[in-house]
């Protein structure tokens, strides 16, 4: 199990970040700044265009892929000695990561042109996979669901954009699922040898009798 996993929330973060970056290059932007901290002003200064992926919530998720907390799957991992053993680890935490992304431009009209660009690119990368998804934290035939979320209520968005000291702003709301893997292991050690033993009915019949 690869112990740099847990950078799996960063590394989902820039995989979006980069597939959107992907996406402005082929509508004509050379180069949109991606920020990943909260979108305020002083995080955005001196980088427009930009685009701010901020994931802001994190859960367990519990209406998709079940959280089996008691299950377990067997691995293998390299022992002090440098022997290949193999241990049982538990089941993966299921995890939904919650994003709000927000385009930053000089003028109105071109933060719309940006959203746009943003909304078709997730649109026509409902699952991300192979190449496009970045860092080491991901399997070879790892994906990752990308998905449109309902509006949040407009006084919990007010009050977050008025926590940053920034005017309401346009946004999209986006999800995704991920795997956290614990990297603690159980060695085991596998059944070589089994004996099996035979007893004879009609003698134990004959026994009763």
Not at 15 to 32: D, H
Request: glycine share 4%.
């Amino acid at each position: 199990m690869n112990p740099a996993q847990y950078h799996i929330l960063k590394e989902t973060s820039q995989t979006i970040g980069e597939l959107l970056k992907q996406q402005y290059k082929q509508v004509g932007y050379k180069r949109v700044h991606l920020v990943v901290a909260a979108p305020k002003q002083e995080n955005i200064e001196g980088k427009l265009p930009a685009v701010s992926v901020y994931l802001y919530n994190v859960t367990l998720d519990e209406e998709g892929i079940s959280n089996n907390r008691t299950g377990q799957f067997i691995d293998e991992e390299i022992d002090a000695d440098g022997q290949l053993r193999e241990v049982a680890r538990d089941m993966p935490l299921w995890l939904r990561l919650d994003y709000l992304i927000s385009c930053w431009a000089q003028t109105p009209e071109e933060e719309q042109l940006l959203l746009g660009a943003t909304i078709r690119a997730i649109l026509e990368h409902p699952t991300l996979s192979g190449s496009e998804l970045k860092g080491e934290s991901f399997a070879p035939d790892d994906y990752i669901p990308l998905l449109l979320s309902q509006k949040l209520d407009e006084t919990v968005l007010s009050r977050f954009w008025s926590s940053l000291n920034q005017p309401l702003k346009p946004a999209i709301q986006c999800w995704t699922t991920i795997p956290l893997f614990p990297t603690t292991g159980r060695p085991i050690q596998r059944v070589r040898e089994r004996e099996v033993r035979f007893f004879d009915l009609n003698k134990l019949n004959r026994l009763r009798q």
